[in-house]
C-alpha cells in the first residue's frame, strides 16, 4: 500500500492515475464483475481487461462512478480536494481544471453524493431544520411538509452551533446554495470538518465501489426535511 501512496504523489497523467485505480479496485488480483472468474488478459490497445471466462471486457472504472470519465486526472484531484479544509465552488473548480461551469457542478454533486453514501447512517448527526440554514438557502428555504419522526430537528444549544457554522461555510464558499441540494453540501461540510480520520486511498476506493450517477438521477435528487451534519 505504502508504494500506492508513492504513486499517487508521483502521478501526472490519466494513465498513472488509471493503474492506481486499478490497483485499488483489484488489490487482491482481476476479479471479472459480470461472472467473477479470476483470471483476465490485457488489450493494450483499448486499456482494457478481458476476461478469460465470460470475454467481458472491464477497466478500473467500469460500471462505478468514474464510468466513462476521459480526464481521469482532473476527477482523482478533485476527489482528492475533498482532504482539504477549505471548500471549492463549482466556478473555482471550472477554473482549476479549465471546465466549463456546468460540467464543474455535475463533477462536485457527484462527488459529495458519493460521499454521502459513504457516510453510515447509524452515525451521530445533528439534524437542522431548513429554517435554521435559511440565510445561506437559495429558493425555498423552509419545507412545507411535516418532517417524519425519525427525522425531528435538533433543539439543543448544539446544533444552533453547529447551523451557524455550516451557514458561514455555504456562504463564505458558495455565496449560498440551493434547498433542493442542501444535504449534499452538509455532506461535503461533515467530510471536511473530520478530513483527519479520512485516507486518501480509502476515498478514492469507495468511488471505485459505487455505481455510476446518471445526470437525470443527480437532477432529481431532493434533500431531506432535516438536514444531517455528521458528527
Request: proline share 2%; net charge positive.
Amino acid at each position: 500500500m505504502e508504494d500506492l501512496y508513492t504513486m499517487l504523489e508521483q502521478a501526472d497523467s490519466d494513465e498513472d492515475y488509471r493503474e492506481i485505480l486499478e490497483r485499488l479496485r483489484w488489490s487482491s488480483g482481476f476479479s471479472c464483475p459480470r461472472c467473477g472468474h479470476n483470471r483476465g488478459y490485457r488489450i493494450e490497445t483499448r486499456r482494457l481487461i478481458e476476461c478469460r471466462q465470460c470475454k467481458l471486457q472491464v477497466s478500473a472504472t467500469s460500471g462505478t462512478l468514474l464510468h466513462g470519465v476521459r480526464d481521469l486526472r482532473a476527477w482523482v484531484k478533485a476527489i482528492l480536494s475533498f482532504m482539504q479544509t477549505e471548500g471549492l465552488s463549482a466556478v473555482s473548480v471550472a477554473k482549476l481544471f479549465d471546465r466549463g461551469y456546468a460540467t464543474a457542478w455535475f463533477m462536485m454533486q457527484k462527488i459529495r453524493w458519493t460521499l454521502e453514501s459513504g457516510f453510515n447512517t447509524s452515525e451521530a448527526a445533528w439534524r437542522l431544520s431548513c429554517s435554521m440554514l435559511k440565510t445561506a438557502l437559495f429558493k425555498s428555504s423552509v419545507c412545507d411538509d411535516p418532517c417524519a419522526e425519525d427525522e425531528k430537528p435538533s433543539l439543543d444549544g448544539s446544533s444552533s452551533f453547529i447551523a451557524s457554522h455550516f451557514v458561514a461555510y455555504l456562504l463564505g464558499t458558495f455565496c449560498g446554495v440551493s434547498r433542493k441540494y442542501s444535504q449534499l453540501y452538509a455532506v461535503e461540510y461533515s467530510f471536511r470538518t473530520r478530513k483527519s480520520t479520512a485516507e486518501p486511498l480509502a476515498l478514492l476506493t469507495l468511488f471505485l465501489q459505487n455505481k455510476k450517477v446518471t445526470r437525470s438521477l443527480m437532477m432529481s435528487y431532493i434533500a431531506p426535511h432535516a438536514i444531517r451534519i455528521y458528527a
